[in-house]
Each structure stands twice: as C-alpha cells, then as structure tokens.
C-alpha cells in the first residue's frame, strides 16, 4: 500500500541521512501540484524519481523498489561504485554465501563494455548482491571462463551467462536477473501480483489449474520445465482456479470452469491475448507455444462468447466475436 510504501522511503532517508547527508528525500502530493506531475509525467504512484546535479531534467526513475534496504542499495549504487570489487576466493565466497542469491561478473579485464554493462545492470538490480572479478585464480577455482555472469542460488551456479564484448543488451539482462527474484514458476496472489508486474517481462504466460486435481502435479512439472527455457523472454504464472479471489483474472481472461486447464499467453505493452492451441500441457506444446509467440507467429485470442440459436431471426443480426468476420466481411 501507499502508507507502507511511505514508511519504507521515511525510513531509507532516516538512514542516508547519517551515511550520505548530500542526499536529500522529498515526497509531493501531485494531487495538489498538477504543473510538477505535468513537468515529470507522472502516471503511477507511487513514484520515485532521482535527480542529480541539482537538473531538474531526465531525472531517473527509480522502479519496483519497494523497501528502505532495496532504496538505499539503488541510491548507493547510483551514487558509487555498483558492483563489489573481489580480489579473492575468501571474500567471493563470503558475497556468494552472505544471501540466497548472488550476481558475479567474471572479466578478463576490468575495463571493457562487458563489464561496464554489468554495472549498469547491478544499478537497476538492488534487490541482488553483485560482484566482479578479474583475478585468473577466482576463476579458475570456480571453472569459469572469464567474461562470463553467473547467478548463485544458496551457494550454487544457477544460470551462466557468457558476456560478450559490447554485444550484451543492458535491459534484456536487467529483465533476465531480475526474474532470478521471483520462483522460477510464481503462482499469483495479493502478495505476488506487485512482485510479477515489478519484474520487466512485459510478456507472461499464465497456467490456469486447479492446484488439487489428481493431474496437477504432472502439469506443473511439465510447466516448470518449460519456464527453466524461457526464462528472461516470458514470465511463467500459476493461477489456482480454486482460489477464490482470483475471480476478476478468469473474468479478464474469459476462463469458465470447463476450459482448466488453459494457458494464456499476455503481452502487458498491447493487452493483447494469446491461447495455447493444444488442449494438453505437455512440455513439447508449450514450447512449442512460446516459440511462436516469440517469433510472431502465434494468433490473437479474441475471446467469444457462443453464436446464439436465434441469430438470424430478426432484420437485426446478433452478432458476436466468432459469427463477427463471416457475416460483416
């Protein structure tokens, strides 16, 4: 919520306030100041936006954190070095094992466009701890070529990543690490619909399933292994169909009991919709799926409900989405 949001940016000031006291917070109420929220093009709230140099132009927006510790990580990091500089085994293993995840840049040198989209992408990432290193031993103790990303998951490589000179896409790898702070399937509910559309992957797939049916378990595996491929390209969401409050997104979807289990597939830019063809959730059909979506091949699901017996009674035709095309055109 806004209040708690509040409290968390309150509470990141409180603490710069000692750490870095050139650094000043200031919160608006754009509901009374429409010239500043024209000036800034403000659309969401709540929003964050960081100004250097005392230039009120382009300031950067500081998006999807949510906690003091994540704010004064994203500040730090703007304002300093973003990534830890490791010069020995010791202290990589302490960064590898200090939390649950972990981003090390592994370089052949410290001075290259690999290294320096890196960084770039540790400024947009507070959530993880980054490291880098150029140290021929680091490497060699973990068997890792050099310019090369690597995520650790509690300790163990997760994702390898070869980084090649200049060729990296700064915002596909933000989106690719970012995803590493959410399960590699995120089921939705209240607590995670902010994390889902905090994550820059404007395209999710979305699994709709009753969690306690006896085909379940097989379905999520399948789902899981597909997720595991695409990561960083789509987002992988489970939706309970038993789950109550999860009404309004089978309503948006136009998902009735007889259709589960269903896969969609969103983009969130267009609010365009996609189906699944296959009825079965086999790994081979999402894939499959996926693939065609990514290459732009796979059809617009334009949701309708059935042709009515008595369409043609009157001079007036009913007219819904699937009698639409044949008798107009």
Sequence with gaps: SSQNF???FAEAARQLRKEAPRIQFGKIDVTHQH???????????????????????????????????TFITWVKR????????INSTDQAEAIIKADDLAVIGFFRELHNDSVEVFSETARDVPELPFGMTASEDICANYGIQRNSLVVFKKGKPVHHEVLENGGQNKLGLTRLIKTFTLDLVTEYNIETSVKIFD??????????????SETFNEIYEN???????????????LVDTNEARNGRIFEYFRIRDIDVPA?????????????????????ENLKEF????LNG??????????????WDKTPVKVLVGKNFNSIIF
């Design 78 to 85: 703007r304002t300093g070095p973003s990534t830890v500089l």
């Design 6 to 8: 509040s409290e968390e």
């Design 35 to 69: 010239d500043l929220r024209k000036e800034f093009n403000i659309q969401a709230f709540p929003s964050v936006k960081f100004f250097v140099n005392g230039s009120r132009e382009d300031p950067i927006d500081c998006k999807g954190v949510r906690k003091a510790s």
């Design 297 to 310: 091949k796979a059809k617009q699901h334009l949701p309708s409900e059935e042709i009515p017996q008595d």
């Design 199 to 212: 994550v820059p992957v404007e395209n999710h797939i979305l699994l709709f399933t009753p969690t306690k």
């Design 223 to 237: 789902y899981q292994s597909a997720a595991a491929e695409f990561r960083g390209k789509i987002l992988f969401v």
């Design 263 to 283: 896969v969609r597939i969103l983009n969130l830019t267009g609010d365009a919709k996609y189906k699944m063809p296959a009825d079965e959730v086999t790994v």
């Design 290 to 293: 996926c693939q065609s979506y």
